[in-house]
């Protein structure tokens, strides 16, 4: 079983900052892709920020230039930094991990169980 846990998440004021991490561990042979969706009350889910098992990174463009995606390869773990934070990035923040649990599967999609930002004005 392959499972990702999120932490980090709460309430900060505008201008502040948080650090997301999400974990996977499990049977996993390989990851490719992880990153960060997020989906606020009466909107639909979109896709922050991900990352490739190389290193090469994409922003929405909301966050570009405040947000920044990283992840340790040795922990299975991506994290979100998470700078001058808006009220408009409060979310329930989710990870995913596209990985394979052995050698020859075929690559799927795992995700966190979210974890909420809310941002005060």
């Known amino acids: 079983q392959v499972q990702l846990v999120e932490s980090g998440g709460g309430l900060v004021q505008a201008g502040g900052s948080l650090r997301l991490s999400c974990a996977a561990s499990g049977s996993i042979f390989s990851i490719n892709a992880m990153g960060w969706y997020r989906q606020a009350p009466g909107k639909q889910r979109e896709l922050v920020a991900a990352i490739t098992s190389g290193g090469s990174t994409n922003y929405v463009d909301s966050v570009e230039g405040r947000f920044t995606i990283s992840r340790d390869n040795a922990k299975n773990t991506v994290y979100l930094h998470m700078n001058s934070l808006k009220p408009e990035d409060t979310a329930v923040y989710s990870c995913?991990?596209?990985?394979?649990?052995?050698?020859?599967?075929?690559?799927?999609?795992?995700w966190g169980q979210g974890t909420q930002v809310t941002v005060s004005s």
């Open positions: 995913y991990a596209q990985l394979n649990v052995h050698r020859m599967s075929v690559p799927n999609v795992y």
